[in-house]
């Protein structure tokens, strides 16, 4: 079995405890034991292998477990929980897969009930509407609630999974029967989209809003063929999620030490130059780069930003969004922009040597240039414009500074407690004086958070502002590790080490830290 097991054991009962955290992580078996099933009898069946494992409240229920295993059919290992850990487990299940867990295989037009570039209001889809267009609907609609970032539907020889990414890790949240059913629920994403629906051997993107609580939200598409048929992902923009109606976007509110919002201001007010963040996809990046914006924006300059797409609406400030199809690249989009007279320039992203001149360019001839690039930490930032052809000594002389940020999951304040480092962790991390001033804590798991232990993320940067001496050492192509000496000497903190800060002040977890960072 590849679950975690739990260990602890309920005083005269036999049965090994089952924690909120351990439902959560396996795969539930509602086509031998129903939702309703399950509900009405306090009893769910999951798959975990070869076998099943029951979870019930009652160990004394002993006609229960003679029913449940009649239906499983092969061999049933037996946990017991408590009835709340119980409750908001199903409670979690109703909310999010009602809808899916009832969907019949039926052969439904995709684009039946949505005309192409349709805007969708998720709160007019009733019972009236199609199978496939309620699990559609459903599932962007229980995305949207959860929070999640993104929605992943994955097809399966059996069907459709179901994936949400929330707080940066994907959680399974259902499964629709039938491969009928998935290449229905394709289409459907496709007709939104806007995309080919007789097209399944190669990849398309397209994006389609949808109206959630009175409100716009954008979803980017993409579509990828797979071995049992075609997988979509749906990039979740909600401009209003980070920044209410009326409100401006602070890097307060981001989660930065008050040491690393010094840095990032101090590189964002400067007159001139480049100011680059790197990271993985989902970072933040972007985010971040507007908090920059709507701080630095007083008026008084001219402000132009081109993005794929535009992610956040900032009052003042001209908003260019790509459009490929219409020959609109960055690339091109950035020579327009200067002869609009800026004084800052924001550019999406820098993904090819042609954007990257000209931003380079741009930053040597008197402009602000803000823009993100794909780099695992600030020092690869370097090699990834090496790679496009950037002539070092250019982009030394025109780059103000670099960071690299990563969001870290923020232990549940719900259900929080206290914990000391293993002698393990005590050696892996190197922790000094683990039981001194440090607060580890971390969270049991509870209806609030999903069983997860985690509530919301937190961001920590890896900072580094150019001096001459560390110009002249990048532009000699001097050793990494003498790179290194020099930033860590000047201040710069490695992404792990912000990282252990929060795990020793209680925000996050050692776990989580080894996740998302790497030792070095």
């Known amino acids: 079995m590849t679950q975690t097991q739990p260990v602890i054991l309920l005083s005269g009962s036999g049965f090994p405890l089952a924690t909120l955290t351990f439902m959560h992580s396996l795969t539930p078996a509602f086509d031998r034991l129903s939702l309703a099933d399950a509900q009405a009898r306090r009893c769910v069946l999951f798959r975990a292998g070869d076998c099943f494992i029951a979870i019930l409240e009652d160990p004394l229920a002993v006609d229960l477990q003679r029913w449940t295993e009649a239906r499983a059919g092969d061999f049933v290992e037996w946990y017991l929980a408590s009835p709340e850990d119980l409750g908001d487990w199903l409670r979690r299940q109703e909310q999010v897969a ?194 920059v914006l709507s701080e630095i924006h007083d008026g008084r300059d001219k402000i132009v930003t081109i993005e794929d797409p535009v992610e956040y609406e900032v009052p003042g400030i001209l908003q260019i969004p790509v459009n490929d199809k219409k020959g609109l690249t960055f690339a091109r989009g950035l020579r327009s922009i200067l002869r609009h007279d800026p004084d800052k320039i924001m550019i999406g992203e820098i993904r090819d040597a042609e954007t990257a001149e000209i931003a380079v360019q741009s930053a040597l001839t008197g402009h602000l240039v803000l823009s993100t690039v794909h780099a695992n930490h600030v020092f690869d930032v370097f090699s990834r414009f090496a790679h496009m052809g950037i002539d070092p000594y250019s982009l030394t002389s025109a780059l103000n500074g670099i960071w690299a940020q990563r969001l870290l999951r923020t232990v549940c304040s719900q259900c929080a407690k206290a914990v000391v480092p293993s002698p393990h962790e005590v050696e892996t991390f190197k922790l000094m004086n683990p039981n001194g001033t440090s607060r580890f804590r971390k969270g049991n798991g509870c209806a609030e958070c999903r069983g997860t232990g985690y509530r919301g993320r937190q961001a920590v940067a890896e900072i580094l502002p150019l001096d001459d001496r560390l110009r002249t050492l990048i532009t000699q192509r001097a050793p990494l590790a003498e790179i290194k000496v020099v930033a860590r000497a000047q201040g710069t903190r490695s992404l792990r080490d912000a990282a252990l800060q929060l795990a020793c002040e209680g925000h996050t977890t050692l776990e989580e830290v080894a996740r998302v960072t790497l030792q070095g």
């Open 98 to 291: 009602s809808v899916l867990t009832t969907v019949a295989p039926q052969k439904v037009g995709a684009g039946e009930t949505a005309e192409r570039g349709e805007e969708v209001s998720l709160a007019r889809i009733g019972q009236d509407s199609s199978p496939v267009v309620r699990l559609v609907s459903s599932t962007i609609h229980d995305a949207l609630k959860l929070g999640a970032s993104d929605i992943h539907l994955e097809a399966t020889p059996s069907g459709l999974d179901i994936r949400f990414r929330i707080d940066g890790v994907l959680e399974k949240v259902a499964q629709a029967a039938g491969r009928d059913v998935a290449e229905q629920a394709i289409s459907r994403i496709k007709v939104l989209a806007e995309l080919d629906i007789a097209e399944r051997r190669v990849p398309q993107d397209g994006r389609f809003p949808v109206r959630f609580s009175g409100r716009r939200i954008d979803l980017r598409v993409s579509i990828m063929p797979s071995i049992h048929g075609e997988d979509a992902v749906l990039r979740i923009l909600d401009k209003r999620r980070l920044v209410p109606e009326g409100e401006s976007l602070r890097l307060e509110g981001l989660g930065f030490s008050a040491s690393d919002l010094a840095r990032i201001r101090a590189l964002a007010t400067l007159p001139y130059g480049m100011l680059l963040v790197t990271g993985p996809t989902g970072s933040g990046k972007t985010t971040t780069l507007y908090g």
